[in-house]
């Protein structure tokens, strides 16, 4: 067996077709994730009583066990859950109606929750005090002060984190194939394996990957520029 | 479908899972022995600005971290032996583990560089100039000075590194090595009874994270001592510092209608 340069770029141009449900799958999860994130955070800064907990509980049990045990658990628990219900329901629906990507979407959505909501409550509490005293002294309601003063801001500061987080769930998407989902890894294992070059179609997978989050970082010190554009120091 | 969910199958598997721990932790410590070592090496040439060097170690960081864990260790796996049959050297028979371990050690030494660098350049740059004005050498300054802070400035970085590293032994299993999620997948399909052994997985892993997380804890206490403010007359100057208020504090102190006078820490 022998090193195909050339089979590169066929293997690349074979992989463009798995990147939309590459960036799919990070998208969904990124934003479930996010509205997730949002909610435990709040509930954990504000302690609200039982919601403070829960999810306290939720974010170290991610947090504290790897992406594809709960890839799995989905895999195997939701069906069961699902038919469950429907059986004792009797809504005519079951578990193999779900498609096989919505287990992924749904799996690393809980996943991008959780550490997700450590990257808002971090930028959260690096807003300061005062900014939400002033909110309120010009008489905003606390829900206006969050949204128009300190969440702003806390997106601003956490910006870096957040992009960090994009990337992971984009290089986290790869988990995909193992729910049978075609992504970009999953297509780089077809692509290899029809033509017997392994080396060279993960090669390109390992190339759009590298330039993917490449792109998501240019775009992120674009973003950070432009935000900052309030704060260029100095008096006025 | 009848499917009886037993708790009696969890506890059942957590000593079966157990056994090939293992191999798990076996991986964590090489990958992590590897990556602290080659961590260092790739960054020592960004730090002393070597020309050459700098932009291979530059590269090497970037590609490791821009590509996924699991398309690293497909390539390596199926590159490696193709790349070292050219100058003639078979490993084809080399027990897939190597590959693992030489793979996320890899890419573990491209995120502890980083830490490393981030780490030396956090140590103030007075720390070396005073170290050289009481006559020590480059190297003295250092082992001695720099060393000493820029390690307990990395270990919580260093903690979230070892214990993303143990996450992502899970990932091993895709090459067949048998390791706890390997494990986990043949005692699931044996016994059809999926979920009760991934919860006993899951259960596994939080342990030992939290495990980790603790006794890391306990070496950066350690570690940044020279940190700590410790209360009472003889760090007044330091103390007196203003505390960073924060969001949280503050809207717990001063939610509408709390009639206690917030406190202020001046």
Known sequence: MKLDPSFIWTAFVQLWSAVPTTLLITLVSVLVGFVIGTITALSRIYRI???????????TFIRGTPMLTHLLLIYFGLPMIVDGLSAQLDLGWNSAKIPMIGFAY????????????????SGLLAVERGQMEAAWSIGMTTPQALRRIVFPQALAASLPNLSN?????????????????????A??????????????????????????????????????????????GGVA | MEYGFDINYVIDFIPKLLSTLNITLLIVAGAIGLGLLVGFVVALPRLYNVPVLRNVSMVYVSFFR??????QLFLFYYGLPEILKLI????????????????????????????????????NRGQVEAAYSIGMTGYQAFTRIVLPQAVGIAVPVFANLVIAMLKDTSLAFTLGVMEMTGKAQTLGSLSQH????????????????????RLMLVAERRLSRHLRRDSGEKNRFFARRRKRVTLGRLTRELKPGNKEVPRYEA
Request: aromatic letters at 14%.
């Open chain 1, 49 to 59: 009583p039982v919601l403070s907990q829960l999810s306290g509980a939720y974010v």
């Open chain 1, 106 to 121: 749904i799996s690393f959505s809980i996943t991008a929750g959780a550490y997700l909501s450590e990257v808002i409550r």
């Open chain 1, 165 to 185: 987080s994009v990337i992971g769930m984009l290089h986290a998407s790869t988990l995909a194939f193992t729910v049978s989902v075609v992504d970009l890894n």
């Open chain 1, 187 to 232: 297509k780089a294992q077809i692509v290899a394996s029809t033509n017997w070059k392994f080396f060279e179609a993960y090669i390109a997978a390992a190339l759009i990957f590298w330039g993917l989050t490449i792109f998501i970082e240019r775009i992120t010190g674009f973003i950070e520029r432009r935000i900052n554009v309030y704060s260029k």
């Open chain 2, 66 to 71: 821009g590509t996924p864990i699991l398309i």
């Open chain 2, 88 to 123: 003639y050297i078979d490993i084809s028979k080399l027990p897939v583990l190597y590959f693992v371990i030489l793979t996320f050690g890899l890419n573990v030494g491209a995120y502890v560089s980083e830490t490393i660098r981030a780490a030396v350049l956090a140590v």
């Open chain 2, 194 to 213: 999926f979920i009760e052994t991934y919860i006993a997985l899951a259960l596994i892993y939080l342990v030992i994270s939290i495990t980790l997380e």
